[in-house]
């Protein structure tokens, strides 16, 4: 029988969602969902101030342990975190934070430099659409060559949600092939994010297959797939478009993970 995970959920714990883990793990289970992994956001330096967070609470720990018990074998509940990963002090708390706890499973994302969003720099009608790509890229590349406390890329290609046009790939695939590179060297794997039907974004999902692709061809092993709900309607949405994704590329398994270990799920 197949088993379908959604390994992206956000609930109250994020500055962004009003959703209790119960309505979320409630709605898992009427869509027939095996299991979710709750990967509230922690943005210890997120340059906009109201999405800005703490280092992940005792109380969300507690939390997320006590919806496993609540709902163990009705619904596996892994327990995550998605580490808006910054520069310079900030990746020392990041990394601080992921040793802090036994997660099963931790996201690495780049929603902003420190100084700006992504999304404000896409949309700024002054900002230079092929520049904010490149920049963009570059940055994740210098964050993962640092930065090692994690075990999937969130949303990799996120910069096209916000532009209002996709420059040409051929301006950035070296920063993308350097970036797939290093997370193979790191044992590291890639989210299928999809939330990209959701925004009726046509063949650009995210990511692309062409980087889905190369990330195979590179000798990458795990793909995650997400919903990035935040909303239980939200929920699982699309999960199995991503899987067939996968499935037209050539896989044969997707990935979750138990105790940052990755376990294959057969497609």
Same mark, same amino acid.
Request: glycine residues 6%; negative net charge.
């Given at each position: 029988?197949?088993q379908?995970?959604?390994?992206? #959920?956000h609930?109250?714990?994020?500055p962004?969602?009003?959703t209790?883990? *119960?309505?979320?793990? *409630?709605?898992?289970? %009427?869509?027939? $969902?095996?299991?979710?992994?709750?990967?509230d =956001? +922690?943005?210890?330096?997120?340059?906009?101030?109201?999405?800005?967070?703490?280092?992940?609470?005792?109380?969300?720990?507690r939390?997320?342990e006590?919806?496993?018990?609540?709902?163990?074998?009705?619904? *596996?509940?892994?327990?995550?975190v998605?580490?808006?990963?910054l520069?310079g002090?900030?990746?020392?708390?990041?990394?601080?934070?992921?040793?802090?706890?036994?997660?099963?499973?931790?996201?690495?994302?780049f929603?902003?430099?420190?100084?700006r969003?992504?999304?404000?720099?896409?949309?700024?009608?002054?900002?230079? #659409?092929?520049e904010?790509?490149?920049? +963009?890229?570059?940055?994740?590349?210098?964050? $993962?060559?640092?930065?090692?406390?994690?075990d999937?890329?969130? =949303?990799?290609?996120?910069?096209?949600?916000?532009?209002? +046009?996709?420059?040409?790939?051929?301006?950035?695939?070296?920063?993308?092939?350097?970036?797939?590179?290093?997370?193979?060297?790191?044992?590291?794997?890639?989210? $299928?994010?999809?939330?990209?039907? %959701?925004?009726?974004?046509? *063949?650009? #999902? #995210?990511?692309t297959a062409?980087?889905?692709?190369r990330?195979?061809?590179?000798g990458?092993e +795990?793909?995650?797939?997400?919903s990035?709900?935040h909303?239980?309607?939200?929920?699982?949405? =699309?999960?199995?478009?991503?899987?067939?994704?996968?499935?037209?590329?050539?896989?044969e398994?997707?990935?979750?993970?138990?105790?940052?270990?990755?376990?294959? $799920?057969k497609?």
């Open positions: 029988m197949f379908l995970y959604d390994m992206h #959920t609930t109250v714990f994020s962004d969602s009003q209790p883990m *119960e309505d979320m793990a *409630e709605e898992a289970i %009427r869509r027939g $969902i095996t299991g979710m992994a709750i990967t =956001h +922690y943005n210890p330096d997120y340059p906009t101030l109201r999405f800005r967070t703490g280092q992940p609470t005792v109380e969300y720990h939390a997320m006590r919806l496993a018990e609540q709902y163990s074998g009705r619904l *596996e509940v892994l327990k995550g998605e580490m808006g990963v520069d002090d900030t990746m020392d708390r990041c990394r601080a934070a992921a040793r802090d706890y036994h997660y099963d499973f931790i996201l690495a994302s929603h902003s430099d420190r100084e969003t992504f999304d404000d720099m896409a949309r700024d009608p002054f900002s230079r #659409t092929e904010v790509f490149r920049h +963009y890229y570059e940055y994740v590349l210098s964050c $993962i060559k640092q930065f090692k406390d994690y999937v890329l969130a =949303h990799l290609n996120l910069v096209d949600r916000y532009a209002p +046009y996709i420059p040409d790939d051929s301006l950035y695939t070296d920063l993308v092939d350097e970036i797939l590179r290093t997370a193979v060297a790191d044992g590291k794997g890639l989210e $299928i994010n999809t939330a990209s039907w %959701r925004y009726r974004m046509g *063949e650009r #999902t #995210t990511p062409a980087i889905l692709r990330y195979r061809e590179l990458g +795990y793909v995650t797939v997400g990035d709900a909303t239980p309607n939200w929920l699982g949405d =699309h999960l199995g478009e991503g899987c067939q994704l996968l499935r037209d590329l050539g896989w398994y997707y990935t979750v993970y138990r105790n940052r270990k990755p376990c294959p $799920i497609l």
